[in-house]
């Protein structure tokens, strides 16, 4: 099972510069006080941006999380969904730059969050693990 899988991820929208998706918010996601846990926005911005620099690179790259910063602006309680909007803002050789705004079910701004994805050739990965 992947993280697309658990986090059971919705409308999923994935164009060169924006990627968009929902997740239905149930008590799964309770961090003990009926709202959203933080890291549940987070997962859910990393995996958007992950996504969405997978889908514009070659076949012979990939990109993994190098950098995240995370601004919570409000709760959300648990209950209704939370919609990812993903902006490529820098399209680099070796780092893409995403700004994830992260709304509930109420178009209300709960998190922005900024991933730096580092790009990286696979046939390096896979020289470091013995593979040829």
């Not at 922005?112 to 040829?132: C, D, F, R, W």
Request: proline share 1%; glycine share 10%; hydrophobic share 40%.
């Amino acid at each position: 099972m992947n993280i697309l899988q658990v986090m059971d991820m919705k409308n999923v929208v994935l164009k060169d510069d924006y990627i968009e998706a929902r997740i239905d918010i149930t008590d799964f996601y309770d961090q003990s006080y009926g709202i959203v846990h933080g890291g549940l926005t987070i997962t859910f911005a990393e995996t958007l941006a992950g996504l969405g620099s997978k889908n514009i690179l070659d076949e012979d790259y990939m990109a993994v999380g190098q950098n995240i910063t995370a601004n919570h602006l409000r709760p959300k309680k648990i209950g209704g969904f939370l919609q990812g909007i993903g902006r490529l803002i820098h399209r680099g050789k070796r780092t893409h730059l995403w700004t994830i705004e992260i709304k509930d079910e109420k178009n209300k701004l709960i998190s922005i969050v900024n991933v730096t994805n580092a790009i990286m050739e696979l046939y390096s990965i896979k020289l470091e693990k013995g593979e040829k």
